[in-house]
Protein backbone atom coordinates (compact mmCIF):
# COMPACT_ATOMS: atom_id res chain seq x y z
CA UNK A 1 0.00 0.00 0.00
CA UNK A 2 1.45 3.49 -1.04
CA UNK A 3 -0.17 6.14 0.51
CA UNK A 4 1.12 9.88 1.91
CA UNK A 5 -0.67 9.50 5.21
CA UNK A 6 0.67 12.94 5.95
CA UNK A 7 -1.95 14.26 3.06
CA UNK A 8 -4.57 12.11 4.54
CA UNK A 9 -4.09 14.32 7.75
CA UNK A 10 -5.24 17.45 6.27
CA UNK A 11 -8.76 15.56 5.64
CA UNK A 12 -9.29 13.45 8.70
CA UNK A 13 -7.14 10.95 9.30
CA UNK A 14 -6.62 9.78 12.49
CA UNK A 15 -3.53 8.07 12.78
CA UNK A 16 -0.54 9.38 12.72
CA UNK A 17 1.18 7.15 10.07
CA UNK A 18 -0.45 3.84 8.56
CA UNK A 19 -2.09 1.80 11.37
CA UNK A 20 -0.98 -1.25 12.25
CA UNK A 21 -3.86 -2.87 14.31
CA UNK A 22 -7.50 -2.44 14.30
CA UNK A 23 -10.02 -3.16 12.42
CA UNK A 24 -9.26 -0.60 9.53
CA UNK A 25 -5.73 -2.19 9.41
CA UNK A 26 -7.91 -5.73 8.96
CA UNK A 27 -9.24 -4.31 5.61
CA UNK A 28 -6.58 -2.47 4.85
CA UNK A 29 -4.31 -6.25 4.55
CA UNK A 30 -7.17 -7.76 2.51
CA UNK A 31 -6.88 -5.26 -0.46
CA UNK A 32 -2.71 -4.50 -0.46
CA UNK A 33 -2.52 -2.83 -3.57
CA UNK A 34 -5.21 -0.19 -2.80
CA UNK A 35 -4.67 2.92 -0.93
CA UNK A 36 -7.22 5.02 2.03
CA UNK A 37 -9.19 7.73 0.76
CA UNK A 38 -12.55 9.77 1.88
CA UNK A 39 -15.63 10.62 0.36
CA UNK A 40 -15.81 14.22 -0.13
CA UNK A 41 -19.14 13.91 -2.16
CA UNK A 42 -22.33 11.68 -2.78
CA UNK A 43 -24.26 12.82 -5.76
CA UNK A 44 -26.34 10.17 -7.94
CA UNK A 45 -24.31 9.13 -10.22
CA UNK A 46 -21.63 8.29 -7.99
CA UNK A 47 -18.74 9.49 -5.64
CA UNK A 48 -16.08 12.35 -5.17
CA UNK A 49 -13.22 11.28 -2.86
CA UNK A 50 -9.90 13.09 -2.41
CA UNK A 51 -6.52 11.73 -0.89
CA UNK A 52 -5.35 14.96 0.61
CA UNK A 53 -6.63 18.51 0.33
CA UNK A 54 -5.90 18.62 -3.29
CA UNK A 55 -9.11 18.49 -5.50
CA UNK A 56 -10.88 15.19 -5.45
CA UNK A 57 -11.94 13.02 -8.19
CA UNK A 58 -14.44 10.38 -9.29
CA UNK A 59 -14.32 6.99 -8.87
CA UNK A 60 -16.50 3.81 -9.58
CA UNK A 61 -18.43 2.71 -6.41
CA UNK A 62 -18.60 -1.18 -6.05
CA UNK A 63 -20.74 -3.37 -8.19
CA UNK A 64 -22.93 -4.12 -5.22
CA UNK A 65 -23.70 -0.66 -3.86
CA UNK A 66 -26.65 -0.12 -6.77
CA UNK A 67 -29.52 1.87 -5.87
CA UNK A 68 -32.13 -0.98 -5.13
CA UNK A 69 -34.95 -1.92 -2.68
CA UNK A 70 -36.13 -5.22 -1.25
CA UNK A 71 -33.45 -7.75 -0.41
CA UNK A 72 -32.84 -8.69 -3.99
CA UNK A 73 -29.64 -10.70 -3.92
CA UNK A 74 -26.58 -8.45 -4.33
CA UNK A 75 -28.40 -5.52 -3.30
CA UNK A 76 -26.56 -3.71 -0.56
CA UNK A 77 -29.24 -1.57 1.59
CA UNK A 78 -28.22 2.19 1.39
CA UNK A 79 -26.72 2.80 5.09
CA UNK A 80 -24.40 0.01 4.17
CA UNK A 81 -23.00 2.45 0.82
CA UNK A 82 -20.50 4.99 1.15
CA UNK A 83 -21.46 8.37 2.69
CA UNK A 84 -19.95 11.89 2.54
CA UNK A 85 -17.19 11.42 5.42
CA UNK A 86 -16.23 7.75 5.05
CA UNK A 87 -12.78 6.45 4.63
CA UNK A 88 -12.81 3.55 1.71
CA UNK A 89 -10.24 1.97 -0.12
CA UNK A 90 -9.41 2.23 -3.81
CA UNK A 91 -6.90 0.86 -6.45
CA UNK A 92 -7.07 3.29 -9.41
CA UNK A 93 -10.08 5.12 -9.76
CA UNK A 94 -12.50 2.39 -8.22
CA UNK A 95 -13.68 1.38 -4.73
CA UNK A 96 -12.72 -1.73 -3.45
CA UNK A 97 -13.64 -1.44 0.51
CA UNK A 98 -15.34 0.29 2.41
CA UNK A 99 -13.49 0.85 5.72
CA UNK A 100 -15.66 0.77 9.33
CA UNK A 101 -17.26 3.84 10.75
CA UNK A 102 -16.12 5.15 13.74
CA UNK A 103 -19.35 7.51 13.67
CA UNK A 104 -22.22 8.39 11.53
CA UNK A 105 -25.82 10.52 11.28
CA UNK A 106 -28.77 8.66 10.39
CA UNK A 107 -32.24 9.14 9.81
CA UNK A 108 -35.46 7.05 8.29
CA UNK A 109 -35.28 7.79 4.68
CA UNK A 110 -38.70 9.11 3.27
CA UNK A 111 -41.10 6.17 1.71
CA UNK A 112 -43.18 3.98 2.81
CA UNK A 113 -40.35 1.20 3.09
CA UNK A 114 -38.07 1.15 5.83
CA UNK A 115 -34.56 2.76 5.23
CA UNK A 116 -31.99 4.36 6.74
CA UNK A 117 -29.88 7.29 4.80
CA UNK A 118 -26.68 8.34 6.05
CA UNK A 119 -26.04 11.90 6.46
CA UNK A 120 -22.39 11.84 6.93
CA UNK A 121 -19.76 9.52 8.76
CA UNK A 122 -16.83 9.95 10.77
CA UNK A 123 -17.45 13.28 12.45
CA UNK A 124 -16.19 14.50 15.86
CA UNK A 125 -18.86 16.86 16.00
CA UNK A 126 -22.48 17.94 14.53
CA UNK A 127 -23.53 21.69 14.51
CA UNK A 128 -26.56 22.11 14.81
CA UNK A 129 -27.46 24.89 13.32
CA UNK A 130 -30.81 27.02 13.61
CA UNK A 131 -31.58 31.14 12.81
CA UNK A 132 -32.63 33.53 15.82
CA UNK A 133 -35.31 34.31 13.48
CA UNK A 134 -38.64 32.25 12.32
CA UNK A 135 -36.56 29.33 11.43
CA UNK A 136 -36.11 29.03 15.76
CA UNK A 137 -38.12 25.76 16.93
CA UNK A 138 -36.54 24.13 20.03
CA UNK A 139 -38.40 20.86 18.87
CA UNK A 140 -37.16 20.52 16.06
CA UNK A 141 -33.73 21.06 17.59
CA UNK A 142 -34.50 18.26 20.10
CA UNK A 143 -35.19 16.40 17.17
CA UNK A 144 -32.08 16.52 16.07
CA UNK A 145 -30.11 15.72 19.51
CA UNK A 146 -32.09 12.34 18.73
CA UNK A 147 -30.55 11.97 16.16
CA UNK A 148 -27.02 12.34 16.61
CA UNK A 149 -26.78 11.91 20.27
CA UNK A 150 -26.80 8.08 19.57
CA UNK A 151 -24.26 8.36 16.30
CA UNK A 152 -21.20 8.92 18.62
CA UNK A 153 -20.80 12.40 17.39
CA UNK A 154 -20.54 15.50 19.95
CA UNK A 155 -23.87 18.17 19.28
CA UNK A 156 -23.38 22.04 19.77
CA UNK A 157 -26.66 24.02 18.87
CA UNK A 158 -25.37 27.42 17.00
CA UNK A 159 -27.72 30.14 16.99
CA UNK A 160 -26.87 32.10 14.31
CA UNK A 161 -28.42 35.58 13.27
CA UNK A 162 -27.46 36.78 17.02
CA UNK A 163 -26.68 40.12 15.30
CA UNK A 164 -30.20 40.76 14.24
CA UNK A 165 -31.93 41.46 17.72
CA UNK A 166 -30.23 41.11 20.85
CA UNK A 167 -33.07 40.33 23.01
CA UNK A 168 -33.43 36.57 20.75
CA UNK A 169 -30.56 35.02 21.84
CA UNK A 170 -31.28 35.55 25.19
CA UNK A 171 -35.05 34.46 24.91
CA UNK A 172 -33.51 31.25 22.61
CA UNK A 173 -31.67 30.47 25.59
CA UNK A 174 -34.23 30.34 28.23
CA UNK A 175 -36.07 28.31 25.66
CA UNK A 176 -33.29 25.91 25.48
CA UNK A 177 -32.76 25.85 29.18
CA UNK A 178 -33.64 21.75 29.02
CA UNK A 179 -31.13 21.25 26.56
CA UNK A 180 -28.29 23.01 27.73
CA UNK A 181 -28.99 21.42 31.50
CA UNK A 182 -27.98 17.99 29.56
CA UNK A 183 -24.05 19.16 28.80
CA UNK A 184 -24.98 19.85 25.42
CA UNK A 185 -23.26 23.95 24.71
CA UNK A 186 -25.29 26.44 22.72
CA UNK A 187 -23.62 29.53 21.48
CA UNK A 188 -24.81 32.03 19.36
CA UNK A 189 -23.39 33.71 16.50
CA UNK A 190 -23.16 35.95 13.67
CA UNK A 191 -22.28 33.99 10.89
CA UNK A 192 -20.55 36.82 8.86
CA UNK A 193 -18.55 37.73 11.68
CA UNK A 194 -15.35 35.65 12.18
CA UNK A 195 -14.76 37.01 15.61
CA UNK A 196 -17.93 35.79 16.65
CA UNK A 197 -17.53 32.40 14.67
CA UNK A 198 -14.13 31.95 16.29
CA UNK A 199 -16.44 30.77 19.61
CA UNK A 200 -16.76 27.69 16.89
CA UNK A 201 -13.21 26.98 17.12
CA UNK A 202 -12.78 24.49 20.09
CA UNK A 203 -14.87 22.02 17.95
CA UNK A 204 -12.80 22.56 14.95
CA UNK A 205 -9.25 21.91 15.88
CA UNK A 206 -6.92 20.23 13.49
CA UNK A 207 -7.78 16.79 12.40
CA UNK A 208 -11.47 17.33 13.51
CA UNK A 209 -14.33 16.81 11.11
CA UNK A 210 -17.49 18.61 11.93
CA UNK A 211 -21.17 18.47 9.96
CA UNK A 212 -23.14 21.34 9.57
CA UNK A 213 -27.18 20.00 10.03
CA UNK A 214 -30.53 22.73 10.15
CA UNK A 215 -32.98 24.14 8.19
CA UNK A 216 -32.59 25.87 4.20
CA UNK A 217 -32.16 29.37 5.61
CA UNK A 218 -30.72 28.89 8.74
CA UNK A 219 -27.15 30.23 8.00
CA UNK A 220 -24.68 26.83 7.41
CA UNK A 221 -23.73 27.94 4.31
CA UNK A 222 -22.77 32.02 5.35
CA UNK A 223 -21.11 29.95 8.58
CA UNK A 224 -18.99 28.00 5.88
CA UNK A 225 -17.63 30.68 4.11
CA UNK A 226 -16.93 32.65 7.39
CA UNK A 227 -14.72 29.88 8.58
CA UNK A 228 -13.06 29.58 5.05
CA UNK A 229 -12.48 33.49 4.65
CA UNK A 230 -13.79 33.27 1.16
CA UNK A 231 -17.26 33.30 -0.21
CA UNK A 232 -17.20 29.50 -1.57
CA UNK A 233 -20.74 28.45 -1.10
CA UNK A 234 -23.52 30.19 -2.56
CA UNK A 235 -26.10 31.60 -0.21
CA UNK A 236 -29.79 33.44 -0.32
CA UNK A 237 -31.92 35.77 1.49
CA UNK A 238 -34.60 33.80 2.99
CA UNK A 239 -38.58 34.90 2.75
CA UNK A 240 -39.62 37.73 5.02
CA UNK A 241 -43.16 36.25 5.58
CA UNK A 242 -42.07 33.00 7.57
CA UNK A 243 -37.77 33.04 7.05
CA UNK A 244 -37.87 29.61 5.37
CA UNK A 245 -34.74 29.49 2.85
CA UNK A 246 -34.51 28.27 -0.77
CA UNK A 247 -31.69 25.27 -0.97
CA UNK A 248 -28.20 26.67 -1.96
CA UNK A 249 -26.75 23.71 -0.75
CA UNK A 250 -27.69 20.78 -3.01
CA UNK A 251 -25.23 18.24 -1.77
CA UNK A 252 -23.41 17.20 0.93
CA UNK A 253 -19.64 18.01 0.26
CA UNK A 254 -16.32 17.35 3.27
CA UNK A 255 -14.06 20.83 2.75
CA UNK A 256 -10.98 21.31 4.86
CA UNK A 257 -10.17 24.44 6.75
CA UNK A 258 -7.58 27.06 7.83
CA UNK A 259 -7.71 25.99 10.98
CA UNK A 260 -6.63 21.92 9.94
CA UNK A 261 -10.35 20.81 10.43
CA UNK A 262 -12.96 19.15 7.85
CA UNK A 263 -16.40 20.95 7.38
CA UNK A 264 -19.23 18.63 5.32
CA UNK A 265 -22.23 21.51 4.75
CA UNK A 266 -25.75 19.30 4.16
CA UNK A 267 -28.62 20.62 2.11
CA UNK A 268 -31.54 21.96 4.39
CA UNK A 269 -33.23 18.95 5.69
CA UNK A 270 -37.18 19.17 5.92
CA UNK A 271 -38.17 15.53 7.32
CA UNK A 272 -36.38 13.99 10.37
CA UNK A 273 -37.53 10.39 11.04
CA UNK A 274 -35.68 8.27 13.37
CA UNK A 275 -34.14 5.10 12.67
CA UNK A 276 -35.61 2.86 15.61
CA UNK A 277 -32.12 2.93 17.12
CA UNK A 278 -32.14 6.17 19.10
CA UNK A 279 -32.26 6.36 23.02
CA UNK A 280 -33.72 8.94 24.34
CA UNK A 281 -31.88 8.96 27.04
CA UNK A 282 -28.89 10.03 24.98
CA UNK A 283 -31.15 12.72 23.17
CA UNK A 284 -31.23 15.35 24.95
CA UNK A 285 -34.53 13.43 27.18
CA UNK A 286 -32.08 12.05 30.21
CA UNK A 287 -34.06 14.03 32.76
CA UNK A 288 -37.25 13.27 31.38
CA UNK A 289 -35.97 9.66 31.61
CA UNK A 290 -34.69 10.12 35.14
CA UNK A 291 -37.92 11.84 36.12
CA UNK A 292 -39.74 8.71 34.81
CA UNK A 293 -38.05 6.32 36.71
CA UNK A 294 -39.11 8.33 40.59
CA UNK A 295 -43.10 7.74 39.29
CA UNK A 296 -45.19 5.57 41.64
CA UNK A 297 -46.01 2.95 38.92
CA UNK A 298 -43.42 1.61 36.24
CA UNK A 299 -46.41 1.36 33.99
CA UNK A 300 -46.87 5.22 34.50
CA UNK A 301 -48.36 6.91 31.48
CA UNK A 302 -47.48 10.24 33.19
CA UNK A 303 -51.26 11.22 32.44
CA UNK A 304 -53.38 11.08 35.77
CA UNK A 305 -51.64 8.19 37.67
CA UNK A 306 -51.09 9.28 41.47
CA UNK A 307 -47.52 9.82 42.50
CA UNK A 308 -46.13 10.87 39.19
CA UNK A 309 -42.95 12.74 39.20
CA UNK A 310 -43.08 13.90 35.41
CA UNK A 311 -46.31 15.43 36.15
CA UNK A 312 -45.09 16.92 39.08
CA UNK A 313 -42.30 18.90 37.29
CA UNK A 314 -44.97 19.69 34.91
CA UNK A 315 -46.96 21.57 37.85
CA UNK A 316 -44.17 22.68 39.66
CA UNK A 317 -42.43 24.58 36.73
CA UNK A 318 -39.44 22.82 36.28
CA UNK A 319 -40.04 20.91 33.36
CA UNK A 320 -41.21 22.67 29.71
CA UNK A 321 -44.91 20.83 29.47
CA UNK A 322 -44.17 20.92 25.36
CA UNK A 323 -40.75 19.87 25.74
CA UNK A 324 -42.95 16.42 27.58
CA UNK A 325 -44.95 16.63 24.76
CA UNK A 326 -42.15 16.24 22.31
CA UNK A 327 -40.89 13.67 23.85
CA UNK A 328 -44.34 11.45 23.77
CA UNK A 329 -43.85 11.97 20.31
CA UNK A 330 -40.78 10.95 19.47
CA UNK A 331 -40.90 8.02 22.06
CA UNK A 332 -43.80 6.96 19.98
CA UNK A 333 -41.93 7.55 16.63
CA UNK A 334 -39.10 5.69 17.94
CA UNK A 335 -40.96 2.76 19.01
CA UNK A 336 -42.94 2.70 15.17
CA UNK A 337 -39.20 2.79 13.77
CA UNK A 338 -37.62 0.30 15.91
CA UNK A 339 -40.94 -2.41 14.87
CA UNK A 340 -40.39 -1.63 11.14
CA UNK A 341 -36.43 -2.16 11.39
CA UNK A 342 -36.93 -5.51 13.55
CA UNK A 343 -39.58 -6.63 10.44
CA UNK A 344 -36.68 -5.64 8.16
CA UNK A 345 -34.38 -7.74 9.78
CA UNK A 346 -36.20 -10.65 10.21
CA UNK A 347 -37.48 -10.36 6.47
CA UNK A 348 -33.65 -10.29 5.75
CA UNK A 349 -33.17 -13.22 8.06
CA UNK A 350 -35.67 -14.95 5.90
CA UNK A 351 -34.63 -14.45 2.44
CA UNK A 352 -30.83 -15.65 3.82
CA UNK A 353 -32.68 -18.56 5.35
CA UNK A 354 -34.51 -19.17 1.93
CA UNK A 355 -31.23 -18.97 0.07
CA UNK A 356 -29.36 -21.23 2.00
CA UNK A 357 -32.38 -24.15 1.29
CA UNK A 358 -33.16 -23.54 -1.61
CA UNK A 359 -32.50 -27.06 -3.84
CA UNK A 360 -30.03 -26.41 -6.87
CA UNK A 361 -30.34 -28.27 -10.16
CA UNK A 362 -27.32 -29.16 -12.38
CA UNK A 363 -24.48 -26.44 -12.05
CA UNK A 364 -25.46 -25.58 -8.57
CA UNK A 365 -28.24 -22.89 -9.59
CA UNK A 366 -31.17 -22.32 -7.55
CA UNK A 367 -33.87 -24.13 -8.89
CA UNK A 368 -37.63 -24.78 -8.18
CA UNK A 369 -39.26 -26.80 -5.73
Same mark, same amino acid.
Given at each position: MNSDFDALRAIGWPYPGRPDRGDWADAMALHPQSRPARVIEQHRSGYIVAEGDAPGFAVESL?????????? !?????? #?? /?? &?????????????????? /? /???????? +????????????????????CGLDGDFNPRRIERYLLLVQGGGSTPVIVLTKADKDPTAADAARAALDGIAAQDIAVLAVNA !?????? &???????? &?????????? @?? +??? @???????????????? *?????????????????????????????????????????????????? *?????? #??????????AREPGCAVRAAIEAGTLDPQRFANYLKLRDEV??? &? *??? +?????? !?? *???????? @? %??? %????????
Amino acid at each position: MNSDFDALRAIGWPYPGRPDRGDWADAMALHPQSRPARVIEQHRSGYIVAEGDAPGFAVESLPEWQRASGYR !KGATQA #EQ /RA &AVGDWVLIEGKRIVALLP /R /RSAIKRGA +AGEHYQQQVIAANIDTVLVVCGLDGDFNPRRIERYLLLVQGGGSTPVIVLTKADKDPTAADAARAALDGIAAQDIAVLAVNA !KDPASV &AALMPWLG &AGMTAVLVGS @SG +AGK @STLTNTLLGSERMKTA *DVRTHDARGRHTTTHRALIPLPSGACLIDTPGMRELKPTGEEDLAEGGFA *DIEALA #EQCKFRDCRHAREPGCAVRAAIEAGTLDPQRFANYLKLRDEVAGA &A *DKL +ASRLAQ !KA *DVKTAGKT @S %PKR %PGGKPGKR
